[in-house]
């Protein structure tokens, strides 16, 4: 699914900042950042480590805003192994900006267009099948707040990004099958 612009407006009081760094431990080739970008090749080459200094991001595996996602808060990530890398490659990344509020709700659905079960939430869930008794996800509805899926329990494996909206099947949310193991709120740490 492709987002447009529009569904990221940047609210005008956050000061963002990402220093992506092409070799670990900060150091090599270094690119700061403060804004979307749908390729960062021409600024380095590959990325193993990152600081962030102010904000919360979503960086992809390849340009445009496609491939794996990691989502990363202010910090220091020394190497890839610190944001659950699969590899030295990001090519994009977006700044989120629905983390400051106060409220955060999501809808699952067990059948795509929101059909079958379903199941609401306003929290983190580290096992979705002991919580919820649910192996897998074909819909969701983000009613409130900014929200990571991974694909296994206890927050590990593949992550997506979900922002406000309605997304009627789970190819909408990036993923290739609707198993989730874990979910939980982007907060403004």
């Excluded at 220093?19 to 600024?43: A, H, I, M, V």
């Excluded at 102010?54 to 989502?71: D, K």
């Excluded at 795509?112 to 983190?124: L, N, P, S």
Aim: aromatic share 16%.
């Amino acid at each position: 699914m492709m987002l447009s612009q529009s569904v990221f407006p940047k609210p005008k009081h956050l000061c963002l900042k990402i220093l992506f760094f092409e070799d670990k431990s900060f150091q090599g080739r270094s690119y700061e950042c403060s804004t979307d970008c749908p390729d960062l090749r021409s600024n380095v080459d590959r990325c193993n480590s990152i600081k962030v200094e102010s904000g919360c991001w979503v960086l992809y595996e390849r340009p445009n805003y496609t491939g794996f996602q990691y989502i990363l808060s202010p910090g220091e990530y020394p190497d890839s192994q610190q944001w659950m890398g699969f590899n030295d490659s990001i090519k994009s990344c977006r700044c989120i900006k629905n983390v400051y509020g106060k409220s955060w709700k999501i809808r699952f659905f067990d059948k795509q267009d929101f059909g079958g079960q379903a199941a609401e939430c306003v929290d983190d869930c580290p096992s979705i099948y002991e919580a919820l008794k649910f192996w897998e996800f074909h819909s969701c509805v983000v009613v409130d707040g900014a929200w990571v899926l991974y694909d296994q329990p206890n927050y590990r494996g593949h992550q997506y990004f979900l922002d406000r909206g309605e997304y009627r099947n789970y190819t909408d949310w990036g993923a290739t099958s609707p198993g989730v193991g874990s979910f939980r709120r982007v907060t403004g740490f």
